[in-house]
């Protein structure tokens, strides 16, 4: 059990109790009141494991247990294409268990660096080719965890901060990438919503979304995205798109200041800009200690220890989830996901990708 | 003592000289056809393309010319009061007339793309309300295929006015209509300001503007810019320039800052502050006068184009002299450069890209000299120029460019061209997996009367 259950255990039980359910009914999840996080898809600590194929198992479980008990609704991951390779198959744990626990997820469908994505998505056959594992792969939902339940739904956002990661201007992202990518993935999941990318959430960014509307982005999306790193930002963003928006990243720097954002800011967001339905905060973990992130994970003779980061977020996080359970016991995360490797790519999976160029190559 | 004086003044009034022989600047344009303009140029890029273009003086009453340049034909014909073009490429159609009276002017260009694709077309009318000061309409719609609601569309209006020292003052008011291919339009308006002069050796060019998009894209924009060239020491040439636009209470969006100093064979003297800038606007005045409705140059080709222009008139051998004038002026301040550098940097925040660019030069005058040798009768002869610019983004890699330029004009109106050039691979190169390649461009031309 992650040290975070602790202070749940410790929160104060909900003014509406409720009655217990009855004996070998199946107990409910933890309530998922706490919006959208982003999180990475990290698959081991050492850094020189950037060129091998190692996913540990401990990694992918504490970051998604932590998700569920803290209550979150949604995620956003990376899925990094890399030519199918080990970094792309570590985000497949990580959505299938989301899913399966009843959270929705964005898969930004963005490289980590270096162009192969893109390069992908420029030219037709290879766009088709990648398009199809991918959503052959991600597409289906899987069983929800422990046998019953809601699974949740997913959505794809089509490369992160052009202008900044590939260098890549407003209107040529439009044009050339995200309008051939949003037909051909309508064509393979018409249900699956697609996002356009974000720009960098500060004042460089505004220019750049406008530029974005006027190569016409809502043609070629089902929500616009934005990244708010600065409240001077929401002026600008309330009423410059008809489609709806989601807040694909938001934080603050410096866990003395997460509780406020988290807290004050995220609804601040959806009130002032108007059309916005979620807001994905920035970010459960990353590798910077003390700046965004909200838990610290560690290494530790082959488990990871968790820790509360960013103390006094999590424990608000904690004490809503506890509120919101109104002294209902829970399904314990372990009694969901006994383990994690079930959520790993199969042999299906890696046949499909052996099937494509980049497989046999 | 009186012939020391006698000889250093005939040594400085002594024509500028070069390779070839050439007639005297000023001298009448030749009676009867002759030929004004050629050009043959052959690139590589990446496949061989040519180029050759000519124009024909038929007598005082017009020019005609045409040009070949790879799949385009075009023709071209200029008279005192008309012009006119027509080209076609590939079954794309385009063509431009205007007409000038005493005090007013209307023009217009159609482009005509295959296959019935949208249409793009510009009108242009000027009142002349004085000598130096015009006023023009003009409106412009560009075609937008599906998904586009409508075409691109732009009203302006520009008040212009010319004066003694290259004075130029202009003041401009746009709408325009722009359409996203999402299915809605929106409006901006701009109002500029532009100005230049000279100012004892030195010019002095400002711009300042303001830009108002109405809508769901609303902002209000500002830029503006000042660009000096100051000569020092008579031969030295210091040139600033800085640019910028921002949102005010928001940000700086674009900026850009340049610094050149140049190293001459002869005196400065610049396009704005010598006699030619006065000879300039002298002849246009009295050419307006004489119900030409023509503009101010101050640079050769718009100079050149003037004299062309008068020298269609009925009114010609009344204008001849001061046409004459200003050639020779004009030739004789010259620039004459041997030596020069210039460092620029710009940065847009929209593209995310940062823009370092780094020009050097040296050249050669004729007769041959040591570079820091002054010769006031030098004329300018060899020039070898190169550019290196890199763009640098945040994450990706940097784009670098790098061109090179030999210039050798064998007299005022023959001039050989080599350029290569090697554009570096773009962000967008690389996500298209595109490749690119050196290339280079041999050019001749032949330029009678510059």
Known sequence: MLGLLGAVAAAPRGVLAQAAPPPGAALPRIPRVNGAINIPPLRSFDPSAEGRPDIEPVIVDAQVRALYELGFAAIRIPVSFSRFGADFLAAIPYVRAARALGLDVLALLADFSGYDLTQALTRPRTREEVLRTIVSIFGPPPPPAGGTGFVGGLAWQVLNEPALFLGISPDLYVQELLAPTYEELKRLAPEIAVLAAAEVGNVDGIRRLRAMQESGVEAYCDRVAYHVYGRNLLPHLAGLSRKPAWVTESGVLGVENHLAWHRDTLPEIKERIGNVERVYYFTLYERAARGFRILELQAALGAVTVRAESEALARHLLERVAAASGGVPTAAYRELVPDIRAYF????????????????A | ??????????????????????????????????????????????????????????????????????????????????????????????????????????????????????????????ARLGLDTELTAAYLEEGRSAPFPSPYREVSLRLEHQGDDGLELAVR?????????????????????LAARGWRASEVEAELGYERTLGRLASNEVFGGARVRVPLWSRLLVEAGTRARWEPGLAVFEHEHSGAVSLHARRIRLPRTGEAAARSIALAREANRRGSNVRAAHDDDGRRALRDRVSLSPEREALQGWAAALHEAQVAERLVPLVGVQVSGATDHVRGARTREYRAFVGAPWPLGLPWRRDEGAVPFLRLSYVYRETLFDVAPATVDEEATLEVELNREHRLVGLWSRPGRTPLDLARITATASSWRVAYVFTRGR
């Open chain 2, 1 to 126: 003592m009186n012939e020391i004086l006698a000889g250093l003044l005939a040594l400085s009034l002594e024509a500028p000289r070069y390779p070839l022989p050439q007639p005297p600047p000023g001298a009448p344009p030749p009676s009867g056809v002759s030929v004004a303009d050629v050009a043959y140029a052959m690139s590589d890029q990446p496949r061989v393309v040519q180029h050759a273009g000519t124009r024909i003086r038929l007598g005082n009453r017009m020019f005609a010319g045409a040009a070949v340049r790879n799949q385009l034909r075009g023709l071209t014909l200029q008279t005192h009061r008309l012009d006119a073009d027509f080209s076609e490429e590939l079954r794309q159609y385009e063509a431009g007339l205007s007409f000038r009276a005493p005090r007013f002017r209307i023009g217009s260009r159609y482009l005509d793309p295959p296959e019935g694709g949208p249409h793009d077309l510009a009108l242009e009318a000027g």
């Open chain 2, 173 to 193: 008011g746009t709408r325009q209509s722009a359409p996203s291919p999402a299915g809605f339009s929106f409006n901006r308006y701009r109002l500029e300001s």
């Open chain 1, 345 to 360: 790519a199969t042999a299906e999976d890696l046949a499909l990708i052996a099937a494509t160029s980049y497989g046999r």
